[in-house]
């Protein structure tokens, strides 16, 4: 059975910065890639970012130069380190494996 277990997540100032970790379990890890995804309310879900097994990463262009994607294939976790959180980077961010399997999601809210 696979599961991925996010965590992190909290209430932070304009400006500060959070780092979330998802761990994955039930499934070879380092055989995937793996995405953040984030949703905020009344909002479609969105990539923010994702990392291949070779280390690859994209980024969606409202976090690029702010959001870090790593992952560390001993651990089964892959992290996403959070910078100049703004309010509009608030939402609930999920990980997930090429989209087949998901996490319960973790909120993260930005005050101004």
């Known amino acids: 059975q696979v599961q991925l277990v996010e965590s992190g997540g909290g209430l932070v100032q304009a400006g500060g910065s959070l780092r979330l970790s998802c761990a994955a379990s039930g499934i070879m890890f380092r055989i995937n890639s793996m995405e953040w995804y984030r949703q905020a309310p009344g909002k479609q879900r969105e990539l923010v970012a994702g990392i291949t097994i070779g280390g690859y990463t994209n980024y969606a262009d409202s976090v690029k130069g702010r959001f870090t994607i790593s992952r560390d294939n001993a651990k089964n976790t892959v992290y996403l380190q959070m910078n100049s959180l703004k309010p509009e980077d608030t939402a609930v961010y999920y990980c997930?494996?090429?989209?087949?399997?998901w996490g319960q999601g973790t909120q993260v809210t930005v005050s101004s």
């Open positions: 997930t494996i090429s989209t087949d399997y």
